[in-house]
């Protein structure tokens, strides 16, 4: 006899994903949880039916019988017992085991890639390995199967933390075991992590699709001298939601943008994820990323519709910097025409793209510099990046703290170093250093 264990929880809005509630509220996190549920049980019964494996859910808090009636009556639900994680684990597959099982798989609830095919392969791995280990991007694992009872595997984690799938493989190692590992999926717990429910799942509980709405996100972090003004002449423009995508800000940012009727969203500090989790809770059936220092023209949306219906997979403004200094003048000369002959726009033109292209792209890379440099190639091998009649007007800020040489320079310098294979970590590292900060201003 074989068993896989589905651990999951009631989705009592409040006291599930509570790492999303920021970006979802109460009902939208739960919700979610219960979408995913209903997907993990469906993919586990769909791999029972065609394996000889019988399914048992474990249900944390003790509710065994709302839990039954929100995902099917048919379903053999037992409690979750124990302190922590590790501690459920560790009962639940011992249990098994003592009743008889041969082989143990266990999952979670929160990865909507799980497959029949991914359960079929750790199945089969449990032929020659003694622990078979599907890792989570964060750190975790999404899975774990056994062929015996190895509680030692559960004690000492660090549990909800990046360490958890190496601490396991450690232990593994130290006891003699032979582990399988499968390929890399993706958890849901923070709000960049929902673009991953975008690209398999379509759209969020609770947030169904607007084609043709446009949704704008405007990374933030202590803009709330520009905030302001950015936001208003966007709010006032149709079919336009308008999403800052906080990474912390310690000024009143936040609530300037909430205040002026912006959706805020929460994320981990970092641009790229940042617009990845405004990107994740866009309803609009086209995304634009804007920078909080850049003023779109007026009939901003007209020029959208134009690009995108020519063909092109996405677009960007001309770029125009607000200030009368000559030398700028060649910035943006330089900057036009590179958008435009090698389709590279800068993140301050304004990227724009359908909503339906960037989940399917994944996003950006969680890179900590470089990230839309790097969208825009992927963009390029889809089709054309144009560019639009009219200009995006940004701040002069970082050429007028760094001066027009060194900025121009530097950016070059990063440019130069991504392409010859330098890691974007040791990039931001010297954009740090050379300007005495580490917040970027332009890829």
Known sequence: MNQLLVFTRFPQPGRVKTRLIPALGDLGAAQLHEALARRTLETAREFCTATPISLVVYVADGEVEPTQDAFGSDLNCRPQSGADLGERLARAVADTFSSGAHRVLAVGTDCPELSPDVLTAASH?????????????????????????????????????????TQTRRIAHDQGLSVHQLPALSDIDEPHDLLVCRRVMGELPGRPMNAAALSIIIPSLNEARTIGDTLRPLLSAKDVEVIVADGGSDDNTVEIARASGARIVVARRGRALQMNAGAAIAVGGRLLFLHADTRLPSDFPRHIETVLNSGACAGAFRLRIDSTRPALRGIEYAANLRAKRLQLPYGDQAIFLRAETFYQLGGYRPLPIMEEFELCRRLRRLGRIGLADAAAVTSPRRWEQLGVLRTTTLNQVMIAGYLLGVSPDRLARLYGRRTGSSIRRLD
């Open 125 to 165: 791995a449990l032929s020659h390995a003694d622990v078979v280990l599907g890792p989570a991007l964060d750190g975790g694992y999404y899975l774990i199967g056994l062929r015996a009872d190895r509680p030692e595997l559960f004690r000492n984690i660090d549990w909800g933390t990046g360490a958890v799938l």
